[in-house]
């Protein structure tokens, strides 16, 4: 229960955001620019790569295992 109220507030603090950004495009930076920023640095090149290859391996791979065997 407690977990799906978080999920949910969650929900609704990205959506007033996506609001806010829409309202206000001259004080925030798009996507875009953002991401432009973000892969100058070797390191956040890295770290978006391993996020994706963890994320990759916790949803796809993990669950074709299965679980009667281990």
Not at 2 to 7: P, Q, S, V
Not at 47 to 69: C, N, S, Y
Request: hydrophobic share 60%.
């Amino acid at each position: 229960m407690i977990g799906t109220i978080g999920f949910a507030v969650i929900a609704v603090a990205i959506l007033v955001l996506v609001g806010i950004g829409q309202f206000r495009r001259d004080q925030f930076a798009s996507f875009g620019e953002l991401m432009d920023r973000v892969m100058v640095s070797r390191a956040a090149r890295i770290t978006i790569l391993m996020f994706w290859w963890w994320l990759g391996w916790h949803f796809l791979v993990a669950r074709t295992i299965d679980p009667t065997l281990g």
